[in-house]
């Protein structure tokens, strides 16, 4: 994102989560924020006018200080609240979930006192459209598998074979792991940020599914 591009409300935001880090180096910042470093140190350096004309303009409510600005939230406690554990936590790289959204806005209601207050898909959806939060899949492994031979295989070879067999001689069965311990494949974020996958828990469960053309049955081992 270039500098041209950045609101003075956002110029703003980028200026706080800089200064809420002050023994980041620009390198550091500029993977956090995901602005070059570039534009980081031109903020950095024009900071005390960018902050006099945010004063002005926010003093003049006539001024628009930011044309995309957002409405604020219902409850904006829980807002602001829901906002800082949300950074804190996705920057240490845990893994955030809708449903667990919802929890931890019901939490910090109660903490602060909103007993009415209801995590719903709506207000979730609102809050994430605030912030710019979206959900990302990591990046995984890709397959190699020999799709070609295996389509050949199936199309052309396996049916002359199983023209010999009765239905209930037909079985096929494969095996697969469940990795119970395992983190989701992706998380919720901000717009503006680039998931890294982790190294998972291998812990797994071996399961070996298998039927006939007549019946099926699955059997787990461990």
């Not at 023994?23 to 006099?52: Q, W």
């Amino acid at each position: 994102m270039s500098r041209k591009d950045l609101t003075l409300i956002e110029k703003m935001s980028i200026l706080d989560k800089i200064k809420a880090q002050p023994h980041k180096s620009l390198r550091e910042l500029e993977k956090l924020i995901g602005t070059s470093k570039s534009v980081l140190n031109r903020l950095k350096n024009n900071e005390i006018a960018i902050r006099e004309q945010y004063e002005k303009l926010n003093d003049n409510k006539s001024a628009p200080v930011n044309r995309k600005r957002k409405r604020e939230g219902k409850d904006p406690e829980v807002d602001k609240a829901m906002n800082e554990w949300f950074s804190a936590v996705t920057e240490r790289g845990v893994r955030i979930s809708g449903p667990m959204l919802e929890q931890k806005a019901e939490y910090f209601a109660q903490k602060i006192g909103h007993s009415d207050f209801k995590a719903t898909e709506g207000w979730i959806s609102r809050w994430k459209d605030r912030h710019n939060i979206k959900f990302k899949r990591f990046h995984g492994e890709k397959s190699s598998a020999d799709t070609n031979g295996a389509n050949e295989w199936s199309l052309a070879k396996l049916p002359e074979i199983l023209k010999k067999f009765s239905r209930q001689d037909i079985y096929n069965s494969d095996e697969t792991g469940l990795f119970y311990r395992a983190t989701p494949d992706g998380s919720l974020c901000y717009k503006r940020e680039t998931l890294e996958g982790s190294k998972k828990a291998m812990d797994r469960i071996t399961v070996l599914c298998c039927c006939n053309q007549s019946s099926c049955g699955v059997h787990r081992n461990r």
